[in-house]
């Protein structure tokens, strides 16, 4: 059991918006930054939102993240076909560790 | 460009021993801290151990603890990771993250394609 909760799926349809939710508590999301990581089919997980909100170089504002309290949010707009992929939160806790949601699959239907 | 790339995984026995390394290039490898994580077939990540950028700092899962070594050569920019006594829960992909951040928060932004470690008989 992961110590993040994120729901085990979400769908939506091209061009829509869908939101995954990653729930945590004081002793990892409420004191520390999130991030969220994309991990296509068959490949590694690879950097998406740092810092809460932040995006690196190379990802499109269509993927936006927010935190507040204990719990932290992605976003999806205008959602394609190579969007599908499992999505994992991820931050700290208080012994320094990394801990991550049990991830999310995104279905474009 | 940032490039990891693990080696060393392989299907072993309950109770054997595995060493998975990850050549590192691309970057200043002595001045970051780097991870193992890991992900069990059809599973979510794990974070495995973490090793400081001089090496002087390791620590690692509840789960590896006294059974893994986390390593690091700044020289040749290899990270390794020694694994006894493993058993069928070790079963998993294993990455090597880079650690970055400071500014506010720390997050990995480079990983490794990944290596998988069977442990069965």
């Known amino acids: 059991q992961s110590v993040l909760t994120q729901p085990p799926s979400v769908s939506a349809a091209p061009g829509q918006k869908v939101t995954i939710s990653c729930s945590g508590s004081?002793?990892?999301?409420?004191?520390?930054?999130v991030s969220w990581y994309q991990q296509l089919p068959g490949t590694a997980p690879k950097l998406l939102i740092y810092d809460n909100n932040k995006r690196p170089s190379g990802i499109p504002d269509r993927f936006s993240g927010s935190k507040s309290g204990t719990s932290a949010t992605l976003d999806i707009t205008g959602l394609q076909s190579g969007d599908e992929a499992d999505y994992y939160c991820?931050?700290?806790?208080?012994?320094?560790?990394?801990?991550f949601g049990g991830g999310t699959k995104l279905t474009v239907l | 460009e940032v490039q990891l790339v693990e080696s060393g995984g392989d299907l072993v026995q309950p109770g054997g021993s595995l060493r998975l390394s990850c050549a590192a290039s691309?970057?200043?490898?002595?001045?970051?801290?780097m991870h193992w994580v890991r992900q069990a077939p059809g599973k979510g990540l794990v974070w495995v151990s973490r090793i400081n950028s001089d090496g002087s700092i390791r620590n690692y899962a509840d789960s590896v603890k006294g059974r893994f070594t986390i390593s690091r050569d700044n020289a040749k920019k290899t990270l390794d990771l020694q694994m006894n006594s493993l058993s069928a829960e070790d079963t998993a992909v294993y990455y090597c993250a880079r650690l970055d951040g400071g500014w506010e928060g720390y997050y990995f932004d480079n990983w490794g394609q990944g290596t998988l470690v069977t442990v069965s008989s």
């Open positions: 004081s002793s990892n999301i409420g004191n520390n930054f």
């Open positions: 691309g970057f200043t490898f002595n001045s970051y801290w």
């Open positions: 991820g931050t700290w806790d208080s012994s320094l560790s990394a801990v």
